[in-house]
């Protein structure tokens, strides 16, 4: 079983940047990908960005591509979400997942996983 806690969430002024942890525990961690998906209010849940644990490999939604970044730390078993020049619009509750299969890193359905989430709030 995979368990997955978030933090660094909280409120920031419009411009400024935020780094979301994700730690993760379970004996198959070390093969899973791993994505942050946000949910605003009233709005569905969306992709945000995905790291592959093994390759390296991430992918960004357009919407924050050039301002976030993904990374990890697979010593810690740690996935980090640095948000910077963060805009009104990038409120939300941000989810960390972890996925085990193959398949589309935005396809909220893949993945087997979920943290409880952690609140960003952005002001203008």
């Known amino acids: 079983q995979v368990q997955l806690v978030e933090s660094g969430g909280g409120l920031v002024q419009a411009g400024g940047s935020l780094r979301l942890s994700c730690a993760a525990s379970?004996?198959?961690?070390?093969?899973?990908?791993m994505g942050w998906f946000r949910q605003a209010p009233g709005k569905d849940r969306e992709f945000v960005a995905a790291i592959t644990w093994s390759g390296g490999t991430t992918v960004y939604a357009d919407s924050v591509k050039g301002r976030f970044t993904l990374s990890r730390d697979n010593a810690k078993n740690t996935a980090y979400l640095q948000m910077n020049s963060l805009k009104p619009e990038d409120t939300a509750v941000y989810y960390c997942a972890a996925k085990l299969g193959i398949g589309s890193y935005a396809y909220i359905p893949g993945y087997d996983h979920w943290g409880q989430g952690t609140q960003v709030t952005v002001s203008s």
């Open positions: 379970g004996r198959t961690v070390s093969s899973a990908t």
